[in-house]
């Protein structure tokens, strides 16, 4: 049979199918099984590091830099002065491959953490006798013996339960340890969850004991299913990525294109083979932004700093601007939209119904009866139905919250809020919750009373009760009608609701069994859940107005799920369960996943599924999770996210980033740093790109003019070298400051953008001719006015004019970038609208970029290697002016738009 339904074998029929015994194994058989299904363990081949290393250079961007630096290097082997060039190159190449590595082996890390749960050692009954083995040697058919505290070591079927609950948290997210049973279960594709009757690998039992029969090992487990989903799971490139490769790609062949028609120009023209091939090189050199991965690296890191203030720790860099892009946040419900703290909401008392407030451990809260607070101690009946749900109880208060069962813990603090303790009462026995009889009884002493007080299931309270207590604490005869009307509202609204009841006996009762559990007086009922935070609930507004769907996935039931959704204000019209989203083709499913923003009972598999559907429908998806159950579907998302303090290792290791204070609010910041992260790196793409394209127009201009103007034809503009250095100083001081200019307003009130929005679009083709022009002509001309003298006859008959000529350039070019850096703080606002001040970094960078530009005009030994001289005061003035015409031109071009804008 399918080994996927297990549950719904009766013992008997396992031993048959497995072809096992109560005794266990014999040591043959086991040896002979070991054999042919291995060892229970996860087996990962990992990635060598020399493959991943070697990986970091199959960039386009890589390759033409690495190119770059091979031709410059020959070049300087051959005298020319491109050392600083290679250098440059390599050392951006060899720092981006070193990231990229690092990064790469995060992601076998989950790989690593899930290796890390499987047990050790266990004991199982082989040939009628107890002996513990190593874990790895166990075999379907295995008898295993388990109890409290113990993990388990395989996917099994329990056999024999002796009051046993099993934190499954780690697999499937929900924090409460499930009961588990023995007998067969029915229903078709049960999800892990629901399987009542089995427990898994790496899951632990809190309480009681269990034999139990193994089914499924290693791989088969799901566990091991996990593990080929993570392995298998495609995390694709990020939005970022997509556009920056595009991006790259064009852009290299543009300026291949370039550089070998101006190499075929200088020849066409009669111009040296060295002259024009020097000139292509140079034009390569100074086109190609040899800092743009080390600029987009930065700006990512900077983003994650931030994020990381706001408790958003950044696992991957490309994950702090895949947030900006975000359209659907996938998020878990319990812990993360909720506070993971059963509450109690509601009571049912004396006939009233009570609303009860405050949330999670605080024992802050009150009483309110239609709306108005009311004081417990004036309610006799309220008081009866609290003190009953405080002493049928083993959980304990203390200072950081408590310990035991959530819903005991929550009775008690309902309790508390009511200023009662549990002093004067002397519990003397107790029947155990029990799934068979679904209640909870003790037999206690108070001020010389004996009492029994129960809890349980409302329906099986109500049957023992003949009578209730009224508001003023007197008894009457029970209206059965209205509490069970009362308990099915309650379950209506996804409380989970209990009822209580107490009954007097004598003094000198000693004994306690089922059978006394007659004739009691119903006190009431009380109703809890683990209620949205507020945090959340304000989020999720926000996500709204910032154009994000916020979809909830949990293993929870429909209805819960669907409450607790409507208080979160997520449209909780419908909700799908994991077994109706089996039957859905993949058409239907991507129709489903655009409809349907509730997800209950669901799989690891279903949450993957949802994830790529909705990538499918062309949304960037941001996933939560915290058990090892959401690690596939981490992987798969555009952005994944695991819990800081509830998420397991393995949820951690899968994510791109980590909540550290598991708050869904939490998202929504990092949100908001994701789109100022990528305004910036869009700021800076939009002033680096043109400025290369100035210094490229430079050497092309010289050589198309060459012909006609001998002053070109003796020098370019620049030189190499002081390209190189205006590339490097203006990353540094320039573009660096400009990735740090403050968040502009209203970040969150736009919709995300488009995920496959080019870089290269109308507006950057229009700044890079726009202001490349504005920039070069000042450069050129300056060059031009001042170093015509020094070229008479074709040969240079001023050495020092035609330096100091270019030395005129070399500032004119950093004046015409200052007058473009000042406006690119914005791309669509002009300057008289930004603060001055806001951004002290770019004031800071300017004012170093004069200083240290000093060096090479007036220091000898640097003047020198940059071949600089310094020239008359005079010329200054004409300096300044560069100023001018870069900064009119980007103030006109935002002007324009900005009327175009409007009109249309």
Not at 410 to 418: E, P, T, Y
Not at 453 to 475: F, N, R, S, Y
Request: aromatic share 6%; hydrophobic share 45%.
């Amino acid at each position: 049979m399918d080994k996927t339904q297990w549950y719904k074998l009766s013992p008997t029929e396992l031993f048959t199918s497995l072809d096992s015994r109560p005794a266990g194994l014999d040591e043959t058989v086991a040896a002979q099984r070991l054999e042919e299904y291995g060892p229970n363990e996860l087996e990962f081949r990992k990635t060598p590091a020399w493959l991943r290393f070697g990986r970091q250079f199959n960039e386009p961007m890589v390759i033409i830099l690495l190119l770059t630096a091979v031709v410059t290097g020959t070049l300087t082997a051959m005298g020319s002065p491109m050392l600083p060039d290679t250098i440059v190159i390599a050392s951006v190449v060899l720092l981006n491959a070193v990231l990229g590595f690092i990064q790469e082996g995060k992601a076998e890390g989950a790989l690593d953490a899930l290796r890390n749960m499987m047990v050790q050692e266990c004991l199982v009954l082989r040939e009628r006798v107890q002996r513990r083995i190593p874990a790895r040697e166990l075999v379907p058919g295995d008898i295993v013996v388990l109890e409290g505290g113990d993990k388990i070591p395989a996917d099994v079927r329990f056999l024999e339960v002796n009051n046993i609950h099993v934190d499954e948290s780690s697999l499937t997210g929900e924090s409460v340890p499930v009961q588990k049973q023995v007998d067969a279960l029915e229903g078709e594709n049960l999800v892990p969850g629901d399987r009542r009757n089995m427990g898994f690998s790496g899951t632990f039992l809190t309480q009681g004991t269990a034999r139990c029969i193994v089914v499924d090992t290693g791989a088969d487990t799901v566990f091991g299913q996990i593990a080929d989903l993570v392995r298998a799971a495609d995390t694709g490139l990020t939005p970022l990525q997509r556009n920056m490769k595009e991006f790259v790609k064009t852009l290299i062949v543009a300026i291949l294109v370039i550089g070998a028609f101006n190499f075929g120009y200088g020849i066409y023209l009669g111009y040296d083979t060295a002259y024009s091939f020097l000139g292509a090189v140079s034009l390569v050199v100074a086109a190609i932004p040899e800092m743009l991965p080390a600029m987009v690296t930065s700006v990512l890191a900077l983003a994650g700093v931030v994020m990381a203030s706001r408790k958003a720790l950044i696992r991957k860099l490309p994950a702090a601007e895949t947030l900006g892009a975000t359209s659907v946040i996938c998020s878990d419900k319990t812990g993360t939209l909720t506070d993971n703290r059963m509450t109690v909401t509601r009571v049912y008392s004396g006939g009233r119904e009570y609303q009860v407030t405050g949330t999670g451990y605080d024992i802050e809260g009150e009483f309110r009866f239609e709306g108005r607070a009311v004081s417990p101690q004036q309610q006799p009946s309220l008081i009866q139905l609290l003190e009953c749900g405080l002493n049928c109880n083993n959980a304990h208060l203390g200072g950081a919250g408590g310990t035991g069962d959530p819903t005991e813990l929550a009775l008690r603090i309902a309790a508390a809020k009511a200023e009662l303790v549990a002093d004067g009462v002397q519990r003397l026995l107790e029947i155990p919750f029990d799934s068979s009889l679904k209640y909870m009884a003790v037999l206690v002493k108070k001020g010389g009373q004996c009492l029994i007080l129960a809890k349980g299931a409302p329906e099986v309270i109500v049957g023992k009760c003949t009578t209730e207590m009224d508001t003023e604490g007197e008894l009457r005869s029970f209206d059965s009608a209205a509490a069970l009307q009362t308990a099915r509202q309650f379950s209506r609204d996804a409380l989970r609701t209990l009822g209580f009841a107490v009954r007097s006996l004598p003094p000198d009762h000693t004994g306690l069994s089922p059978g006394d559990l007659k004739d009691m007086c119903f006190v009431g009922l009380q109703g809890m859940i683990d209620p949205p935070k507020q945090s959340a609930i304000d989020a999720i507004s926000r996500c709204r107005e910032a154009g994000i769907r916020t979809v909830m996935i949990t293993g929870d039931h429909p209805d819960t799920a669907q409450a607790v959704a409507q208080q979160l204000g997520i449209d909780a019209r419908r909700v799908m369960t994991g077994a109706e989203m089996g039957r859905l083709d993949e058409v239907g499913l991507r129709e489903v996943t655009e409809q349907v923003s509730v997800f209950a009972r669901v799989a690891p598999e279903h949450k993957q599924a949802i994830a790529q559907s909705l990538q499918a429908n062309g949304h960037v998806v941001a996933m939560t999770g915290d058990g090892v159950n959401d690690a596939p579907a981490l992987k798969v998302a555009d952005i994944g996210i695991a819990m800081g303090i509830s998420g397991t290792e393995v949820a951690r290791e899968a994510s791109d980033m980590v909540l550290a204070d598991d708050n869904f609010a939490t998202i929504v910041a990092a949100v908001e740093e994701g789109r100022h992260a990528w305004n910036n790196l869009q700021k800076a793409i939009l002033y680096t790109l043109p400025t290369n394209a100035a210094q490229a127009l430079l050497i092309m201009g010289a050589i198309l003019l060459a012909a006609e103007i001998p002053l070109f034809a003796a020098r370019f503009v620049l030189e190499p070298v002081q390209i190189l250095w205006i590339n490097l100083l203006d990353s540094v001081l320039l573009t660096m400051p400009l990735m740090m200019e403050p968040k502009e307003r209203g970040l969150l009130q736009q919709p995300p953008r488009e995920p496959h929005s080019k870089i290269i679009n109308s507006l950057f083709l229009q700044r890079v001719v726009i202001m490349g022009l504005a920039i070069a002509l000042p450069g050129f001309l300056l060059y031009y006015y001042l170093g015509a003298p020094a070229v008479a006859n074709g040969e240079i008959v001023d050495e020092l004019l035609l330096t100091q000529a270019q030395t005129a350039a070399f500032w004119g070019i950093l004046m015409a970038h200052f007058g473009y850096v000042v406006s690119a703080r914005s791309i669509r606002d002009s300057v008289f609208t930004l603060n001055p001040f806001s951004n002290p970094w770019l004031l800071a960078g300017i004012a170093v970029s004069v200083l240290i530009r000093f060096i090479p005009t007036l220091l000898p030994e640097a003047a020198a290697l940059f071949r600089t001289a310094p020239f008359p005061l005079a010329w200054w003035p004409l300096i300044l002016l560069c100023f001018l015409p870069s900064f009119i031109a980007i103030e006109a071009d935002k002007l324009v738009r900005g009327l175009w804008a409007k009109a249309g």
